[in-house]
């Protein structure tokens, strides 16, 4: 069965400093994996997404993501935050075809993002 | 190219009552999934629908219901609300049948804001 584990709930940085949200995963087969971001009031945008090419994955907005097969583990970093960039983040799973089950993605809790100045 | 759209984007309703929430997809998407996001359950899955015909469900009860209709254009319908049923609910459309071959990622609308008094 797949699953997702984001880390931390909430992460403050200061604006400048580099950026670290913890992703873990469990999946059966060959994962798919996701980062989403969602400003207040609004839907998820893909910030980038791993499907078994490159492991070290470039996103938008200068976010990437390195996928650690050893460690089950896709977190996302940015060098220098930006104001921005608050907001909450989405870990996301899903396994490779055998479509079917309850839609196949699944969502971690999210973490909340804080840039101070 | 537009985004995804989903009307209305607020609505307040009373217990017992029903509503019913529409998406349009991304022109040329042909799989529309709906989302419920709440505070203390994070984002859950409800149904997707690729070619007018519901391809995964999540596990929510009978009361949720949706539809596709030949334009891929999605709605979704809640009979008898109940208070629990306040949330933000989110439709994402894709190419394709979520998990099938190359994991299409979702693109978000930016929700409707569903409030039950």
């Known amino acids: 069965a797949q699953s997702v584990t984001q880390l931390d709930s909430h992460v403050s940085v200061s604006e400048g400093t580099p950026v670290l949200l913890r992703c873990n995963y469990s999946s059966s087969y060959s994962p798919s994996l996701f980062w989403y971001v969602q400003h207040p009031n609004k839907g998820l945008q893909l910030l980038l997404k791993?499907?078994?090419?490159?492991?070290l994955v470039k996103g938008i907005n200068g976010f990437e993501a390195e996928f650690k097969k050893s460690e089950t583990s896709f977190h996302l970093t940015k060098p220098s935050a930006h104001m921005s960039d608050a907001a909450e983040y989405f870990c996301?799973?899903?396994?490779?075809?055998?479509?079917?089950?309850?839609?196949?993605?699944?969502f971690g809790k999210g973490t909340k993002l804080s840039v101070k100045p | 190219k537009a985004g995804v759209t989903q009307t209305p984007r607020y609505l307040i309703k009373t217990r017992g009552q029903q509503v019913t929430l529409s998406c349009s997809p991304i022109s040329g998407h042909r799989s529309v999934s709906w989302y419920q996001q709440t505070p203390g359950q994070g984002l859950q899955f409800l149904f997707e629908?690729?070619?007018?015909?519901?391809?995964n469900k999540g596990n929510f009860p009978g009361r949720f219901s949706g539809r596709q209709f030949s334009n891929s254009r999605s709605e979704m319908n809640v009979s008898t609300l109940e208070l629990g049923d306040s949330a933000l609910y989110l439709c994402?459309?894709?190419?394709?049948?979520?998990?099938?071959?190359?994991?299409?990622?979702?693109?978000f609308g930016d929700g409707t804001r569903l409030s039950i008094l």
């Open positions: 629908y690729f070619s007018e015909t519901q391809r």
């Open positions: 996301v799973v899903s396994d490779f075809f055998y479509g079917g089950s309850q839609g196949n993605l699944i």
């Open positions: 791993y499907t078994s090419a490159a492991t």
């Open positions: 994402a459309s894709s190419l394709g049948v979520t998990g099938t071959g190359g994991n299409q990622p979702q693109h």
